[in-house]
């Protein structure tokens, strides 16, 4: 055995659901909610994964699973990776983000098109290899094609980069700051990790988050309650269930 190879690996298991080339991995569970009721899928048509659940639907015109809800880079790359021994190929990300960039509002909704690394996941999946000065990267034909829908779909959004850490409580002005003239637009927790193992494991990953709260002028402005938030959301659920059916 080559001595960076891993003693442990995700394998299939006993009774693996049928591959869907195509997973959407659901970070908050009112949004995993959202769109499990968008297509009429109950628990009859799910399993537990993790301290997660997967959706399977039945419906041939959904050929794709749902995964959520969860938290932080090390758990959603657990996810990815049982996604990918049973077969998925193409992961789309969805969740929320604070605005860092003042240009970025309650609400909004951000295509990342790439992600600085401030989490420990990423360095065990060669992100060094496959991305320059810290920052992981998208699958550029998965990212373009979800920024052509919704163009397409009249959803107007911001594209850039996005910031992941593992502390969201060590969000310091001094970070913000540096961020900030990085061009970066929102900080979250799962998407650097994301892309880096999707790329380890060749496989296309990309993301959407939805602002749920503001830190760009260094004090927190919560915005869990706003209903430009909860519209957003749910039009970044039915969004992205068309997306996924056409991928």
């Given at each position: 055995?080559?001595?960076?190879?891993?003693?442990?690996?995700?394998?299939?298991?006993?009774?693996?659901?049928?591959?869907?080339?195509?997973?959407?991995?659901?970070?908050?569970?009112?949004?995993?909610?959202?769109?499990?009721?968008?297509?009429?899928?109950?628990?009859?048509?799910?399993?537990?994964?993790?301290?997660?659940?997967?959706?399977?639907?039945?419906?041939?015109?959904?050929?794709?699973?749902?995964?959520?809800?969860?938290?932080?880079?090390?758990?959603?790359v657990m996810l990815l990776e049982t996604l990918t021994a049973w077969g998925a190929?193409?992961?789309?990300?969805?969740?929320?983000?604070?605005?860092?960039?003042?240009?970025?509002?309650?609400?909004?909704?951000?295509?990342?098109?790439?992600?600085?690394?401030?989490?420990?996941?990423?360095?065990?999946?060669?992100?060094?290899?496959?991305?320059?000065?810290?920052?992981?990267?998208?699958?550029?034909?998965?990212?373009?094609?979800?920024?052509?829908?919704?163009?397409?779909?009249?959803?107007?959004?911001?594209?850039?980069?996005?910031?992941?850490?593992?502390?969201?409580?060590?969000?310091?002005?001094?970070?913000?700051?540096?961020?900030?003239?990085?061009?970066?637009?929102?900080?979250?927790?799962?998407?650097?990790?994301?892309?880096?193992?999707a790329r380890f494991r060749n496989i296309e990953a990309a993301g959407i988050l939805?602002?749920?709260?503001?830190?760009?002028?260094?004090?927190?402005?919560?915005?869990?309650?706003?209903?430009?938030?909860?519209?957003?959301?749910?039009?970044?659920?039915?969004?992205?269930?068309?997306?996924?059916?056409?991928?």
């Open positions: 055995m080559n001595k960076e190879d891993a003693i442990v690996n995700p394998v299939k298991g006993r009774n693996p659901p049928d591959p869907k080339p195509v997973a959407l991995m659901v970070s908050s569970k009112t949004d995993l909610d959202c769109i499990c009721n968008l297509i009429n899928i109950g628990d009859d048509q799910s399993r537990v994964l993790h301290n997660s659940r997967f959706f399977s639907p039945k419906d041939s015109d959904y050929n794709f699973s749902i995964t959520g809800p969860f938290a932080g880079a090390p758990y959603a190929s193409r992961i789309m990300f969805y969740g929320w983000c604070g605005a860092v960039s003042d240009s970025v509002k309650i609400g909004d909704i951000i295509v990342a098109t790439s992600a600085f690394v401030d989490e420990g996941t990423s360095k065990h999946y060669g992100y060094n290899e496959f991305s320059a000065n810290g920052v992981a990267l998208p699958s550029s034909d998965l990212t373009e094609r979800i920024k052509g829908f919704l163009r397409q779909s009249g959803l107007l959004f911001h594209e850039g980069p996005v910031w992941t850490t593992d502390a969201i409580y060590r969000e310091t002005p001094g970070k913000v700051v540096y961020y900030k003239e990085k061009n970066v637009l929102g900080v979250e927790m799962e998407l650097s990790a994301i892309y880096s193992a939805v602002v749920s709260d503001e830190i760009s002028a260094m004090k927190w402005r919560p915005g869990f309650r706003e209903i430009r938030f909860k519209e957003s959301r749910i039009a970044a659920c039915e969004a992205l269930i068309k997306i996924c059916q056409i991928l």
